[in-house]
């Protein structure tokens, strides 16, 4: 998170993946302003982001309407798709794939 040209402060920042990378981009985007939520499936990985503070953790298409930013850090191409890509609500949304 060198340098954007977006402002992400006050955004909802969606990170798919919450595995090491994952975890450390969540919680640069934490405190960067931003409210963070994450979609994991593993319920180890989802224990641990609800102990580091990230309080929304549930499955992508619940986030669809709501979310601002999307970020997956799953190393799968196929992370959101594009059905899911259609369903965001918002006019400008970002998916960094990491």
């Known amino acids: 998170?060198?340098?954007t040209v977006a402002m992400?402060?006050?955004k909802e920042v969606i990170i798919c993946g919450y595995g090491d990378a994952?975890?450390?981009c969540a919680l640069a985007i934490?405190?960067?302003g931003s409210r963070v939520a994450v979609c994991k499936n593993d319920i180890n990985w989802?224990?641990?982001a609800k102990m580091e503070g990230i309080i929304d953790i549930n499955t992508l298409d619940s986030?669809?309407?709501t979310a601002?930013?999307?970020i997956t850090d799953t190393c799968n191409k196929d992370s959101i798709s594009a059905h899911q890509v259609k369903?965001?609500?918002s006019y400008i949304a970002y998916i960094w794939n990491s």
């Open 1 to 3: 998170m060198r340098a």
């Open 8 to 10: 992400i402060a006050g």
């Open 22 to 24: 994952g975890r450390s």
């Open 30 to 32: 934490k405190a960067s």
């Open 46 to 48: 989802a224990i641990k």
């Open 63 to 65: 986030f669809l309407a």
């Open 68 to 70: 601002d930013i999307f």
């Open 87 to 89: 369903k965001i609500a």
